[in-house]
T-cell receptor, first 114, second 112 residues
Framework: DGGITQSPKYLFRKEGQNVTLSCEQN?????MYWYRQDPGQGLRLIYY???????QKGDIAEGYSVSREKKESFPLTVTSAQKNPTAFYLC?????????????FGPGTRLTVL | GNSVTQMEGPVTLSEEAFLTINCTYT??????LFWYVQYPGEGLQLLLK?????DKGSNKGFEATYRKETTSFHLEKGSVQVSDSAVYFC???????????FGAGTTVTVRA
């Protein structure tokens, strides 16, 4: 089955530690995205990538980093510089970055900073 | 910039009731409009979409019509079921954007 996988589902981190969230897709999509979801709010874009070896900052990129070395993978690192990292993180992909293209979402990773 | 405003929840309904969730948007040009649904503890699933004015998206008994004149994309379902309990997000993708701009989400609970 084609889809997007995110791991782990739950992640706990101590303050001051970096942590990397995994996102893999086997849909052969060119574009991938990371969003953050906080309670009672819509999703906010952290980073996006239109193609391999290229990525752009979204609305709330501070304290985060990404890489796109392979088409199917777009890992997100939450660094110790992110002041309020506890949130639900969602990865998405679309066939291209066109505005009519549907974005498909993974199941999410819930990060809790202790 | 682009923005989406959707009806605040929570909304609680009885089974077989009519559901409507209002969504209005601000954007330049002709954005694409989407409704996503999120079940507890899960990611978002596309419910329906419309990419040009007067288009109607429909899926699983839900419908929404892209109204350019009122900048709206209201979601409706004629007879809800308990399984429709979820959070519903309205979103848009602008012609110059690569991202989705989301509303805050509306929590819907359907009671048997």
């Amino acid at each position: 089955d084609g889809g997007i996988t995110q791991s782990p589902k739950y992640l706990f981190r101590k303050e001051g530690q970096n942590v990397t969230l995994s996102c893999e897709q086997n849909l052969n999509h060119d574009a991938m995205y990371w969003y953050r979801q906080d309670p009672g709010q819509g999703l906010r874009l952290i980073y996006y990538s239109q193609i391999v070896n290229d990525f752009q900052k979204g609305d709330i990129a501070e304290g985060y980093s990404v890489s796109r070395e392979k088409k199917e993978s777009f890992p997100l690192t939450v660094t110790s510089a992110q002041k309020n990292p506890t949130a639900f993180y969602l990865c998405a992909s679309s066939i291209s970055a066109g505005f009519t293209d549907t974005q498909y979402f993974g199941p999410g990773t819930r990060l809790t900073v202790l | 910039g682009n923005s989406v405003t959707q009806m605040e929840g929570p909304v609680t309904l009885s089974e077989e009731a009519f559901l409507t969730i209002n969504c209005t948007y601000t954007a330049t040009g002709y954005p694409s409009l989407f409704w996503y649904v999120q079940y507890p503890g899960e990611g978002l699933q596309l419910l329906l979409k419309a990419t040009k004015a007067d288009d109607k998206g429909s899926n699983k008994g839900f419908e929404a019509t892209y109204r350019k004149e009122t900048t709206s994309f209201h979601l409706e379902k004629g007879s809800v079921q308990v399984s429709d309990s979820a959070v519903y997000f309205c979103a848009l993708s602008g012609t110059n954007d690569y991202k989705l701009s989301f509303g805050a989400g509306t929590t819907v609970t359907v009671r048997a």
